[in-house]
């Protein structure tokens, strides 16, 4: 097997864009298109954006697998006769250029009358107003749409502890995103420290301003702590969605792909792979859901009552999972088990230890961006398979549920964020996949599916309308 077959396949996240130069004549076009197609590369565009009469200047766009495969592809158009190589453009980098947000006034300022009304004098009444009733501030300011993204930058993505600056196109990223689908003013806020004392005095400081707070990329188990603290001393909504958005959208997920395979949460066995904040968030709301038989595994293997040097949130998982406390590394829980879900490390599974699972397993390898186990490995003996990654069907994807939860919470003006309320988006979720369109390659509604993000919303809404009555 060459290293080309081995390759992934090309991906718009490494796309480049070359400009060249080339004779207006001959075979300069089908040349270069051979070239890349050599080298494993794909030819997405093609733009002729200038001409001398004897040469043509020429944008391609080419999608490769990795910055690597990139650089291999634009050396291998240095090598064709005639051809000269300009300017490289990654399309990624371009995308981020300057940051891919930017603050604009709702209202124009084109004379002193606006001035005034906008600035002083008048601003000064309205802050009489909010000073009298504070509560005004959600009606009369950003607070009333807007949600803080706050990080320290030392669990983002699968990069790790790489800090606050180099965080911040995620955060950018996520506040585009909370605009696009959840029509929500996010305000990236990136954090140098790690303190845990100083970041729930930060975020306590900075939260007069903001009607929500997504906790990002914090790790665990601080990032337990921050947020169980937070709730308690802010009277807005505190999400962390490492946890809870990842909880929702699995929880979403299996509840489909069990009407998929026939069979039903309470009865099933679920093993998962994964200890830290997804995986206890996503542990949490499984059993609030009603699953009875669920084992987890760390590095270590399986969590049981009686496993010496248990921290706390472990300790906590020993003591309300694995009922016939098993040991054992993860293989020896996964025979006969109806679910499998992978919050954890790359290759740990084989295709092998799939088919010891029941029949019409369900498999969900979520380690970003290499699966547990390969996917296509796994759908050789497993029914429904699911990953993170969005070049394979069902692609769990927190962004199906973070706007709309955020959009809920702020139009119910909610002060706090419940298992109820996670627990309405995810069944909200689910039900956006009907009937008609459930298969075992759809148990996840695409993003862009018009009615994802306004049934979420709905859901949590008249949840914390619930919860503010109770």
């Known amino acids: 097997m060459t290293a080309e077959s081995q390759r992934p396949a090309p991906s718009i996240a490494y796309s480049i864009t070359v400009r060249l130069?080339?004779?207006?004549?001959?075979?300069?076009?089908?040349?270069?298109?051979?070239?890349?197609?050599?080298?494993?590369?794909?030819?997405?565009?093609?733009?002729?954006?200038?001409?001398?009469?004897?040469?043509?200047?020429?944008?391609?766009?080419?999608?490769?697998?990795?910055?690597?495969?990139?650089?291999?592809?634009?050396?291998?158009?240095?090598?064709?006769?005639?051809?000269?190589?300009?300017?490289?453009?990654?399309?990624?980098?371009?995308?981020?250029?300057?940051?891919?947000?930017?603050?604009?006034?709702?209202?124009?300022?084109?004379?002193?009358?606006?001035?005034?009304?906008?600035?002083?004098?008048?601003?000064?009444?309205?802050?009489?107003?909010?000073?009298?009733?504070?509560?005004?501030?959600?009606?009369?300011?950003i607070k009333r749409n807007s949600v803080a993204v706050v990080t320290d930058g030392t669990a983002v993505l699968g990069l790790g502890n790489i800090g606050p600056e180099a965080a911040m196109p995620v955060m950018e990223g996520k506040a585009a995103l909370f605009h696009r689908f959840g029509e929500i003013d996010a305000?990236?806020?990136?954090?140098?420290?790690?303190d845990t004392e100083e970041i729930i005095t930060a975020v306590k400081n900075l939260a007069p301003g903001f009607g929500g707070i997504n906790l990002e990329d914090i790790s665990a188990p601080r990032c337990f702590e921050i947020e169980e603290r937070l709730r308690d001393l802010l009277d807005i909504p505190v999400f962390h969605d490492d946890q809870h958005g990842t909880a929702i959208v699995v929880l979403a997920a299996l509840l489909n792909a069990l009407r998929v395979v026939d069979k039903e949460l309470p009865s099933v066995r679920i093993v998962m792979s994964g200890a830290g904040a997804a995986g206890t968030a996503i542990l949490k709301l499984l059993l609030a859901a009603g699953a009875t038989?669920?084992?987890?595994?760390?590095?270590?293997?399986?969590?049981?009552?009686?496993?010496?040097?248990?921290?706390?949130?472990?300790?906590?998982?020993?003591?309300?999972?694995?009922p016939d406390n098993l040991s054992g590394p993860l293989t020896a829980a996964l025979a006969g088990a109806d679910v499998f879900i992978g919050v954890s490390a790359p290759n740990i599974l084989t295709?092998?230890?799939?088919?010891?699972?029941?029949?019409?397993?369900?498999?969900?390898?979520?380690?970003?961006?290499?699966?547990?186990?390969?996917?296509?490995?796994?759908?050789?003996y497993a029914e429904v398979v699911a990953t993170?990654?969005?070049?394979?069907?069902?692609?769990?994807?927190?962004?199906?549920?973070?706007?709309?939860?955020?959009?809920?919470l702020l139009d119910a003006q909610s002060n706090q964020i419940t298992q109820d309320m996670l627990l309405a988006a995810a069944r909200a979720l689910a039900a956006v996949v009907t009937d008609d369109e459930l298969n075992a390659s759809y148990i996840t509604p695409s993003v862009f599916h018009p009615e994802v993000h306004t049934e979420v919303a709905e859901a949590v809404r008249e949840a914390a309308k619930q919860a503010a009555t109770a």
């Open 21 to 141: 130069h080339a004779p207006a004549g001959g075979a300069a076009i089908s040349q270069l298109t051979s070239a890349v197609e050599r080298v494993g590369g794909s030819v997405t565009a093609l733009d002729v954006s200038g001409s001398g009469g004897e040469k043509l200047q020429i944008d391609v766009t080419i999608g490769a697998s990795s910055t690597e495969h990139a650089d291999e592809l634009v050396a291998a158009l240095r090598e064709l006769p005639d051809i000269e190589v300009g300017r490289v453009s990654d399309r990624t980098f371009l995308m981020h250029l300057g940051g891919k947000i930017s603050m604009e006034s709702k209202h124009p300022i084109r004379n002193r009358d606006d001035l005034s009304l906008i600035y002083t004098p008048g601003v000064a009444r309205v802050c009489r107003a909010i000073a009298d009733n504070p509560e005004d501030a959600r009606r009369l300011t």
């Open 388 to 408: 993170g990654r969005s070049d394979f069907a069902n692609q769990i994807n927190n962004v199906l549920v973070f706007p709309g939860v955020f959009r809920g």
């Open 351 to 380: 295709g092998d230890d799939i088919a010891t699972m029941a029949d019409r397993a369900v498999v969900f390898a979520l380690a970003n961006p290499i699966p547990e186990i390969d996917p296509v490995e796994a759908a050789r």
């Open 187 to 194: 305000w990236p806020i990136a954090l140098d420290t790690t």
């Open 293 to 322: 038989n669920v084992c987890v595994a760390d590095i270590d293997g399986l969590i049981h009552r009686g496993r010496p040097g248990l921290e706390s949130s472990l300790q906590w998982i020993a003591e309300h999972t694995n």
